[in-house]
């Protein structure tokens, strides 16, 4: 089970941590990751961290100002976003796979937490 936390409305250029618990569960043999979907769109990667290397992958959009990573003691992922543009604005969802399964098959999910950038 995934819960994510720590969305909230921000101005432009503003921060935001979000934030993701495993319940306990170790992240080293699963490929976690944060998708968005805005009003009216698809769903779409942001970033994902294989647990066994360390390996990370950013969607251009957000590359070098979104940044994500593990506390494996703490069972949680993280995702930093600094800079925040309007285009920004989604619902934020956490995800994992097993490293052993395809790239687009994610079976657990959250349920999402909001993230508004405003003027």
């Known amino acids: 089970q995934l819960l994510e936390s720590g969305g909230g409305l921000v101005q432009i250029g503003g921060s935001l941590r979000l934030s993701c618990e495993a319940s306990g569960r170790t992240f080293r043999q699963l490929v976690m990751a944060w998708f968005r979907q805005a009003p009216g769109k698809q769903r779409e990667f942001v970033a994902n961290?294989?647990?066994?290397?360390?390996?990370?992958n950013y969607a251009p959009s957000v590359k070098g100002r979104f940044i994500i990573t593990v506390d494996n003691a703490e069972s949680t992922m993280y995702l930093q976003m600094n800079n925040l543009k309007p285009e920004d604005t989604a619902v934020y969802y956490c995800?994992?796979?097993?490293?052993?399964?395809?790239?687009?098959?994610?079976?657990?999910w959250g349920q999402g937490t909001q993230v508004t950038v405003s003027a």
């Open positions: 995800a994992a796979r097993r490293l052993s399964t395809p790239a687009d098959s994610y079976a657990y």
């Open positions: 961290l294989y647990g066994s290397s360390g390996a990370r």
